[in-house]
Nanobody
């Protein structure tokens, strides 16, 4: 089970930190990712991190602004979002991949319920 939290309303240029708590014992074996879906748009990849945290991947639009991290002792993955823009407005989902996927949503096996991020201009 994945439980995402930390969303909210923020002005452009502001910051938010999302958290995703994961139940279970195999957390460190999963690649973890964040995806987002804006109204009337398809879900898109945002970022992911390998099980040990050694490698991270970002979509171009968030590079330099967003940082993914994880604490395997706490079974939690984080998404620090800085310099937020109105186009970042979306529902953000955390997901876990057993198969080791980095980008492909179809290969992420478990999904959280989503947390809403709204960035006002």
């Amino acid at each position: 089970q994945l439980q995402a939290s930390g969303g909210g309303l923020v002005q452009a240029g502001g910051s938010l930190r999302l958290s995703c708590a994961v139940s279970g014992r195999a957390f460190s074996l999963y690649n973890m990712g964040w995806f987002r879906q804006a109204p009337r748009k398809e879900r898109e990849f945002v970022t992911s991190i390998t099980g040990g945290g050694g490698r991270t991947y970002y979509t171009d639009s968030v590079k330099g602004r967003f940082t993914i991290s994880r604490d395997n002792a706490k079974n939690t993955v984080y998404l620090q979002m800085n310099s937020l823009k109105p186009e970042d407005t979306a529902t953000y989902y955390c997901a876990a991949s057993v198969a080791g996927s980095h980008y492909d949503a179809s290969r992420f096996n478990f999904w959280g319920q989503g947390t809403q991020v709204t960035v006002s201009s």
